[in-house]
């Protein structure tokens, strides 16, 4: 069962100022969201910089439409949060431009 989704927007350190004003934009445009910080690392199966949105099934249309308009050149993944998290960043994944490869070795089933 989809509890929540979550979606991560990546960008290099040279394009952080995008990926800010495009962090404030969702702050401020998508109610009900979640948006978290911006991250100038790698953490777990990231394989680059990003700030993240959680949200609720209720809201996916909302928020793929608005990254969808919104996001640039930023890469986008948007995955399904059911508890199997190796599950949900495959199968269970969306992805927006250019695919990124995941370290999976950090994720748990």
Known sequence: MIRSYDAHIYYPLNKR?????LRNKAE?????????SLVDRNVGPHPM???????????HYE???WLL????ELPVLVHENTGDDIRDHSVGAL???????LDFSKLSP
């Open 49 to 59: 910089p990003m700030f993240e949105l959680q949200f609720l099934p209720a809201k």
């Open 69 to 72: 308009a919104n996001r640039g």
């Open 63 to 65: 928020v793929v439409t």
């Open 95 to 101: 992805w927006m431009g250019k695919v990124l490869e």
């Open 17 to 21: 100022e995008a990926a800010q004003a």
């Open 28 to 36: 401020t445009e998508l109610q009900g969201v979640k948006v978290y």
